[in-house]
Each structure stands twice: as C-alpha cells, then as structure tokens.
C-alpha cells in the first residue's frame, strides 16, 4: 500500500503506530483516449486520513527535566544521561529524556555523511535511547529489592541489627600470613537496623541480607536470601525482562541465577564456573552481573509507591480519528502484583523516606515536601586504582536516583541516571530540581483537581 514518495515512521512513536498514523491513499479509475486525456471516471476510493496519537509526555516537563539534565551532565563531564518521571497509579510516562539528543529532522530528507558521522562519534551514543534501549548495573537501587525479599523470607525484620565497621572479612585467615577475602562499606556506619541500613546505605548491612554474614564482628545473619531467591524477587518487579514499552528496541537488562552462570560463565579452560558467596554479596547491592535500564527502575520505584502493583509503562495516551473521536482509550495496563507483603512495602518505603531526610540522598531532600528515594552508586569497566587495605580498589562510576511523591499518597516517581556520574552528589541534586520544579512551578500552575499530565498530541499522516 506505500506510495513510492511515501516517507515512514522509522523509530519511536512513528515505528511504533506506523499502522495508524498512515491512513489509506484514495484511488480513481478513468478511462482515457490514446492521447491519455481524460474521458469519464468509472469509480472512485476516496483517501481515509490517519489517526492522530495522543502522548501522555507532558511538554512543560519534558522541556524543564531537559535543561535541567543538560546543566547537570555539562557540569560533571557525564557524556549521556536520562530522567523519565511515571504516573504511578496509570503507568503513564509523563517525561521521556535521554541526553544527547539530535534533531530528528536530519532525518526528513536525504544525509549526508559529513552531517551523521557526528552522531556515530559521540561518545554519548546520541542515536541510543538511553531510557529503555541501554542498560547498565542498578547499584544501591537494587537494595530496595534485597531489602524487601529480606523482609519477605523472614531473613531479617525491623530489629535485625547489624555493625558495619567499614570492612568485613568474609573467611578467617586460612593460615599465618594468608588474609580472608574482604569486602569493604562505602564508610564506617557503625550499629544499624533495618531502617538505618537502607537509609544510609550500607554494603555490609546488604551483602548479610543477601548472603549471609555468620562472623560479622557483633553478631551476623546466618544465612541470607540467597541468588535465586533474590532473582525471582528482582524479576517479581520487573527486572531482568523487558517492560513492553511502547517503544522499539527495549533492552532487557540482566538477573543473573545461578543456573545461569554455570551455562554463560567460562574459565581459561571452558569449564563453568561455580556461583560464589561473592557473587550473591555483589548482586544484593546491584552490581556483579545485575544490569537494568532506567525505565524498569521507575516501574520499581512505582511499585513500592502505589502498594506493589507492576505496570506497563506507555508513552500513547489514546489514539483519535480524524474527527477526534477516540479510537483507542486510555488504558491503564496491569502486570501483576509483586509477592511482597503491604506491611514490608511500607516499611521500605519508610526506610527511602529517611534516606532522604537525613540519610544517605539527603541532597535530593526538597523543603516543605516528603521525598521518598534511593541513591545507586554503580562501579563498572576495569579498575581505575587497584586494592588496597581499606577498598576493593576504584573504579569510574554511574549515578542513579529512583523516588516518587508524596510520600504519604505517591503520585509520581521519577528516575535520573547519569553515566560516569554518582547517585548522592550528581543524580539526586538534579532529582531534587525536577521535584522543585514539579511541586512549586507544575503543580502550582494547575487548578486543583486538573490531570497530572497535559498530552501532546501527534498528527496522523
């Protein structure tokens, strides 16, 4: 049915609903003398116009969240960055940024080399949706989900306390002169419960909940949540398999299982490798093999917000006719349930709240609001400094930011990441503008009972 003129929809919204954006070209059948004039019409198909799309992204936000990424990333050198906020009780995406970005009106008309070999050299991968089509390790974010499975089999509860002195041997000394293996917190926190442990942050507390920690100085946990019980978890909320996005390409990030190491994971020889406590230690505070895309960590972070119920993220609000009538309606899209208790979902959600108000993400604290969130501080790539006797050693980083407001009736959630950045001192002081500015400019500017999002619509053709 296309029309050698015809342009299509070759990425995003346009690839997408390409079928309802085209509409159908009219036809005519003539009849014409041998000179080719036009003698009578015999019939007639007359042309049916496409359908518009209605967004739900909402362009004050997605213009405020834009600069404000962009001054972020240019004043910590970061190459690529994302913000994507979410209704939490629809699944509605209401800002979709990924930096760098490019005029997609290069597009339009023929391209020359000269102007598209920038876009394959920047390091930022401008052509890459960094929201749902890359996936990087999670960090710290993926502690609400250690935390909660830890709840949920009774591996811990609010009075599980433990002490995090900066490092921890994980085996005693094999011999004189032979060290354990040590694993390291990002600082010494001292005597922790549940609440604290997750509000500050802390490795150690994590790797215990995760995997177990019997000869903790104070007093450990004897057996933690193990890897494939925290993988079923982890996919509970969505991660490790792609959300269903309205959008092409969709990465689905990694929840790594033991099963699945033994099949993937090979030594110098070919052998699989054995699944170690060190790996269970790492996958508990979003590292090792974890990786994730920022879209699945906003579904997590709505998740916990709007009592454990999984949803499908979607950019179309509705979809009209030509006339304006409704063709597809909004839809609210429903997954499933987490198996998470509403009691354990509120005591994390207590706990993001305090990390917050004087804990670890206190830079996205906003005045005269209630924030719920949580930093990631993720370290991947080779090691930038090798180990020493109070770290496994440096390494460049990622930052990651998930929270959603109110706290007491949670209406958004909203996910920042910056590559090569970090989740208290780069990502949660951009969340905290983006909430500035959705609470003392959006929302101000909206008479009461009006709808979060203000849609956008897009022609159909």
């Known amino acids: 049915?296309?029309?050698?003129?015809?342009?299509?929809?070759?990425?995003?919204?346009?690839?997408?609903?390409?079928?309802?954006?085209?509409?159908?070209?009219?036809?005519?059948?003539?009849?014409?003398?041998?000179?080719?004039?036009?003698?009578?019409?015999?019939?007639?198909?007359?042309?049916?116009?496409?359908?518009?799309?209605?967004?739900?992204?909402?362009?004050?936000?997605?213009?405020?969240?834009?600069?404000?990424l962009q001054t972020s990333l240019r004043e910590i050198g970061s190459p690529s960055g994302v913000a994507v906020m979410m209704d939490v009780h629809s699944g509605e995406i209401l800002a979709y940024v990924s930096l760098p970005n490019y005029d997609v009106n290069l597009f339009s008309?023929?391209?020359?080399?000269?102007?598209?070999?920038?876009?394959?050299?920047?390091?930022?991968?401008?052509?890459?949706?960094?929201?749902?089509?890359?996936?990087?390790?999670?960090?710290?974010?993926?502690?609400?989900?250690?935390?909660?499975?830890?709840?949920?089999?009774?591996?811990?509860?609010?009075?599980?306390?433990?002490?995090?002195?900066?490092?921890?041997?994980?085996?005693?000394?094999?011999?004189?002169?032979?060290?354990?293996?040590?694993?390291?917190?990002?600082?010494?926190?001292?005597?922790?419960?549940?609440?604290?442990?997750?509000?500050?942050?802390?490795?150690?507390?994590?790797?215990?909940?995760?995997?177990?920690?019997?000869g903790l100085p104070g007093g450990g946990i004897a057996k933690g949540v193990g890897p494939d019980a925290l993988a079923k978890y982890a996919r509970d909320f969505g991660l490790g398999a792609r959300t269903g996005i309205d959008l092409p390409d969709e990465a689905p990030g990694l929840i790594p299982t033991t099963d699945w190491k033994a099949k993937t994971q090979k030594d110098g020889r070919g052998n699989p490798l054995d699944w170690v406590l060190a790996d269970t230690y790492f996958m508990g505070i979003g590292q090792g093999y974890d990786t994730a895309t920022p879209v699945q960590m906003v579904l997590v972070a709505a998740a916990l917000a709007n009592g454990g119920d999984l949803l499908r993220p979607h950019v179309v609000r509705e979809i009209d006719d030509a006339n304006g009538n409704v063709v597809v309606p909004p839809e609210r899209q429903f997954v499933r349930h987490v198996s998470v208790s509403d009691d354990n979902l509120a005591i994390i959600r207590q706990g993001m709240l305090m990390a917050v108000e004087g804990g670890s993400a206190v830079n996205g604290f906003l005045p005269g609001y209630h924030i719920a969130g949580k930093t990631g501080t993720a370290e991947f790539g080779v090691a930038t400094k090798p180990a020493g006797e109070t770290s496994n050693g440096s390494y460049n980083e990622h930052g990651w930011y998930i929270s959603f407001a109110p706290y007491d009736n949670p209406q958004v959630a909203l996910v920042v990441f910056d590559e090569k950045g970090g989740g208290a001192v780069t990502a949660a002081p951009a969340a905290q503008k983006m909430w500035d500015y959705y609470f003392n400019q959006y929302k101000q500017s909206r008479p009461s009972g009006s709808p979060t999002a203000s849609p956008t619509a897009g022609s159909g053709r």
């Not at 954006?21 to 003698?39: F, H, K, Y």
């Not at 890459?128 to 999670?138: C, F, G, I, L, T």
């Not at 502690?143 to 909660?148: F, N, P, R």
Request: glycine share 12%; net charge negative; hydrophobic share 35%.
């Open 1 to 68: 049915g296309y029309q050698l003129s015809d342009q299509i929809g070759k990425t995003g919204v346009e690839y997408v609903d390409e079928d309802q954006l085209r509409g159908t070209p009219g036809r005519r059948q003539i009849e014409v003398d041998a000179s080719g004039r036009e003698l009578r019409q015999l019939g007639e198909i007359p042309a049916k116009s496409g359908n518009s799309i209605v967004l739900s992204l909402d362009l004050d936000h997605q213009q405020h969240f834009t600069d404000i």
């Open 109 to 214: 008309s023929p391209l020359l080399q000269k102007d598209f070999q920038p876009l394959l050299d920047n390091p930022g991968k401008p052509l890459v949706d960094h929201v749902s089509a890359d996936q990087y390790p999670p960090g710290s974010t993926f502690k609400v989900i250690t935390g909660a499975a830890a709840l949920e089999t009774k591996v811990a509860n609010l009075g599980t306390t433990l002490t995090s002195n900066g490092a921890f041997i994980i085996n005693p000394k094999l011999g004189p002169g032979v060290p354990g293996n040590v694993v390291y917190d990002w600082t010494n926190l001292g005597t922790l419960d549940f609440y604290h442990g997750l509000a500050m942050s802390s490795d150690i507390y994590f790797y215990c909940l995760a995997g177990g920690c019997p």
